[in-house]
């Protein structure tokens, strides 16, 4: 069965720390684009990062920038993201997506696996 599984998920303190993991089986994430996303209650999903398929070229949405890191391990067909220096407004369910593909995409439709969603929870 081809799934992609997120953890890391919790819940922190403002200005805290997490890492995202998102792990494949049944497929190899090699040949994969791998992006995050979220979306909070009453919101639409938006982009969060994005890893092309050699690791070489990360994006980032803005309120992101120099707070979140995407990383990738191939051995452990393992995409990261760090996050630091948490925001209430980072409270959201955090997915990671694969696209079969070298580049990148902001258009989760644009992506052939999902994960289950690890919720981030942001509150003192």
């Known amino acids: 069965q081809l799934q992609l599984v997120e953890s890391g998920g919790g819940l922190v303190q403002p200005g805290g720390s997490l890492r995202l993991s998102c792990a494949a089986s049944?497929?190899?994430?090699?040949?994969?684009?791998i992006g995050w996303f979220r979306q909070a209650p009453g919101k639409e999903r938006e982009g969060v990062s994005c890893?092309?398929?050699?690791?070489?070229?990360?994006n980032y949405a803005d309120s992101m920038k120099g707070r979140f890191t995407i990383s990738r391990d191939n051995a452990k067909n393992t995409v990261y993201l760090q996050m630091n220096s948490l925001k209430p407004e980072d409270t959201a369910v955090y997915y990671c997506?694969?696209?079969?593909?070298?580049?990148?995409?902001?258009?989760?439709?644009?992506?052939?696996?999902w994960g289950q969603g690890s919720q981030v929870t942001v509150s003192s």
């Open positions: 997506a694969a696209r079969r593909n070298y580049y990148c995409s902001g258009a989760p439709n644009d992506y052939n696996y």
């Open positions: 049944g497929f190899t994430l090699d040949y994969y684009a």
């Open positions: 890893i092309n398929m050699s690791g070489g070229s990360t």
